[in-house]
């Protein structure tokens, strides 16, 4: 067999080949087989040294125009069987767009989110800047810059989870207010809104960690006055606008004069019932007055200014709200219960 004809049974297996083949895995076989190193072409080559010089220019043109038809034949077959391929898995994949679509399950806001965010749109629509601070707090701004010095009874009441002895978790957010008086920048209208932590048992009304929202005023010529018309507002607000409030004398180491508010039962009215336990009203804050000693601490003169603080749980307005008889249920994410909301 002279050179041409072995040139051409090459071909014409490998073109066998090619068109008997199934899958790609096998073209790539077949390339190997007939182009690589050491494939059927390659041995010709190699066997060019037995060829007349004056034939070899011949053979290696036979040989070129063999490897290229075979390659042009791997490619052709390649692209013919990706195109089944695809048309294959297009059929697979077709959708029925008359099939009712799949229920997209779309998460819930927590009532805790969904009372704060209504919190703060009242006291933003009223000017206020929202703040936040640091839930890891130096004793100074927690109890000391607060007037709650060492020694004072306020410190037991509230059993603080201490890291150091300099070092605790804030036991309230009001230590955000000290740092934003001492930047220095008056007037201020803010609410902090926060995590704070307390050495609570756990049961329907208590938790270790639970959110408080500080609010904090501070400007020339500020009044008791300016305080009640302020929390009057948010209660409606927040409540309805039948909402009504009065004021009752507590004591807060921080605010002078201070007390406690309260707002009517907005589920009877105020005429009493099961929800205000038959007294007609709710306790929902505590506010005051900012102590002189504490302006004076934070570097602002109480000569010159004065201001009005209250502070509000906002797990009690998420209770009260929406009629949530136990605290814990806010924290157990059961999505039964969240999908209430």
């Given at each position: 067999m002279d050179m041409k004809e072995r040139l051409e049974q090459i071909k014409a297996e490998a073109i066998r080949q090619i068109e008997a083949s199934e899958k790609l895995e096998r073209l790539n076989e077949i390339r190997v087989n007939y182009l690589g190193k050491k494939g059927e072409l390659t041995a010709v080559l190699k066997g060019m040294k037995d060829v007349a010089a004056e034939e070899r220019p011949r053979v290696g043109q036979m040989v070129n125009e063999a490897?290229?038809?075979?390659?042009?034949?791997?490619?052709?077959?390649?692209?013919?069987?990706?195109r089944v391929a695809l048309e294959a898995r297009m059929k697979a994949e077709v959708i029925d767009v008359t099939l009712p679509a799949r229920k997209n399950n779309v998460g819930h806001r927590h009532p805790n989110t969904i009372a704060l965010e209504e919190v703060e749109r009242i006291f933003i629509g009223m000017g206020y800047e929202v703040v936040e601070g640091p839930e890891i707090e130096k004793d100074y701004y927690n109890f000391e810059a607060l007037n709650i010095p060492d020694g004072h009874p306020a410190r037991d009441e509230q059993d603080t989870f201490y890291i150091t002895s300099d070092i605790l978790l804030r036991t309230q957010t009001s230590?955000?207010?000290?740092?934003?008086?001492?930047?220095?920048?008056?007037?201020?209208?803010?609410?902090?809104?926060?995590?704070?932590?307390?050495?609570?048992?756990?049961?329907?009304?208590?938790?270790?960690?639970?959110?408080?929202?500080?609010?904090?005023?501070?400007?020339?010529?500020?009044?008791?006055?300016?305080?009640?018309?302020?929390?009057?507002?948010?209660?409606?607000?927040?409540?309805?606008?039948?909402?009504?409030?009065?004021?009752?004398?507590?004591?807060?180491?921080?605010?002078?004069?201070?007390?406690?508010?309260?707002?009517?039962?907005?589920?009877?009215?105020?005429?009493?019932?099961r929800f205000c336990k038959g007294s007609g009203w709710i306790e929902i804050l505590g506010c005051g007055m900012v102590h002189p000693r504490v302006l004076t601490m934070s570097g602002i003169d109480p000569e010159e200014y004065t201001g009005f603080a209250f502070g509000v749980g906002l797990e009690r307005i998420a209770l009260l709200k929406y009629e949530i008889d136990d605290m814990r249920l806010l924290y157990e994410n059961d999505i039964r219960f969240l999908k209430q909301f």
């Open positions: 490897r290229e038809e075979i390659e042009k034949r791997l490619e052709n077959f390649k692209q013919k069987m990706e230590s955000t207010q000290v740092h934003e008086m001492e930047k220095g920048r008056l007037p201020i209208r803010m609410i902090a809104p926060g995590r704070v932590f307390r050495s609570d048992e756990v049961d329907a009304t208590h938790s270790p960690s639970f959110h408080q929202i500080e609010g904090l005023v501070i400007d020339k010529n500020v009044t008791f006055s300016d305080l009640k018309g302020t929390l009057a507002e948010f209660a409606k607000e927040l409540f309805g606008d039948k909402t009504r409030v009065k004021f009752r004398p507590h004591h807060f180491p921080f605010t002078e004069p201070s007390a406690e508010m309260d707002v009517s039962c907005f589920k009877c009215g105020g005429s009493g019932c």
